[in-house]
């Protein structure tokens, strides 16, 4: 049996939560009573005046007051209960309830139990006697259409209540897990990182070989044209050497270069063996110096006029035809 001390504290604190009652419209007169009557276990017949006291203590101002007028005339319980709903109960409450049932949903994140407490209440509130049929019936009208789909498939199986919540609770659960399944197999399948190699050829080239070959091959082929385009107006028979271009080298991260320098040393070294003396600078037309070292050069372009070609198909170059 328990300790008569341990249950007066916890009648207490449930006591202690109860919202007071100030006689205000707004208020609920039957969630009152009902929760005075779980704490009290009060009945229709009960006689103890230490069930008033309870009552007393949660009426505030004007409720309040009224008790302490009429304290007298309330003989049992169902005295005072009677009293109270008379004066406090109003006549729109049940449509007011039943507008709120019709329009309860259950939010995307409230837990399945909270709602069905919820909308039994207000179903209970409504009717007291309300079937369990008609309850499940209002249950699954504030479902969304996927949650009430399986619901449904149990339908035959339930009977009552309990066998509603049971079978709902179910189903959260199994949704709850796949749910969180479907997010970490989501995750999982996103790489770390997201690096386009057409975005540094280089890189692309030392990946694929044929590209890479391609690379040197197309750097060659640019180091011989330029090398053409500068010493056009050089003697084939001047004796200069041709040199061909130095291999290219590669780093640790596998990016293709020409040692620094090298393209123009082997330019300068190209240039200053040949005679200059019966070479006329096709920028300016005089011979004591070479073209690509011509004062009056343009800085892009063509370098002497700085139009979008090359030197020698410049229109201007008349002194030279």
Same mark, same amino acid.
């Given at each position: 049996m328990a300790d008569p001390a341990i249950l007066a504290r916890a009648r207490k604190a449930r006591?202690?939560?109860?919202?007071? /009652?100030?006689?205000?419209p707004s208020e609920d007169v039957e969630r009152f009573l009902k929760s005075i009557k779980n704490i009290?276990?009060?009945? !229709?017949e009960s006689e103890n005046h230490e069930l008033l006291e309870i009552v007393r203590g949660k009426l505030t101002q004007s409720a309040?007051?009224?008790f302490d007028n009429n304290e007298a005339k309330f003989r049992k319980w169902s005295d005072f209960e009677t009293a109270f709903r008379n004066r406090?109960?109003?006549?729109?409450?049940?449509?007011?309830?039943?507008?709120?049932?019709?329009q309860r949903q259950r +939010?995307?994140?409230e837990a399945i139990i909270t709602y069905c407490d919820e909308v039994i209440n207000l179903c209970r509130e409504v009717d007291p006697d309300m079937s369990d049929s008609t309850i499940i019936q209002h249950l699954l009208s504030g479902l969304d259409s996927k949650f009430r789909k399986e619901i449904s498939r149990r339908e035959s199986a339930m009977n009552s209540l309990d066998e509603f919540l049971k079978y709902a609770k179910i189903e959260q659960d199994l949704n709850d897990t796949f749910d969180k399944v479907d997010t970490l197999s989501i995750n999982s399948q996103q790489p770390y990182f997201d690096y386009s190699h057409s975005s540094n050829p280089s890189l692309t080239a030392a990946i694929d070989p044929k590209k890479q070959n391609y690379e040197n091959t197309k750097r060659n082929n640019q180091w011989r044209q330029s090398t053409r385009i500068q010493s056009s107006g050089v003697k084939r028979n001047s004796g200069a050497e041709y040199t061909r271009p130095p291999p290219l080298s590669s780093n640790s991260t596998g990016? !293709? /270069?020409l040692p620094q320098n090298t393209y123009y040393n082997k330019m300068n070294t190209f240039q200053s063996a040949t005679p200059q003396n019966n070479v006329n600078c096709k920028i300016c037309g005089r011979k004591n110096h070479r073209t690509i070292?011509? /004062?009056?050069?343009?800085?892009?372009?063509?370098? +002497?006029?700085?139009?979008?070609?090359?030197?020698?198909?410049?229109?201007r170059l008349s002194n030279f035809q």
């Open positions: 006591f202690d939560d109860l919202i007071s /009652f100030s006689g205000h009290t276990k009060a009945t !229709n309040g007051t009224w406090y109960f109003s006549t729109t409450i049940t449509p007011k309830k039943f507008e709120q049932l019709k +939010k995307s994140d990016r !293709n /270069f070292d011509c /004062f009056h050069k343009q800085s892009t372009g063509c370098f +002497k006029c700085g139009g979008n070609h090359m030197l020698r198909d410049c229109t």
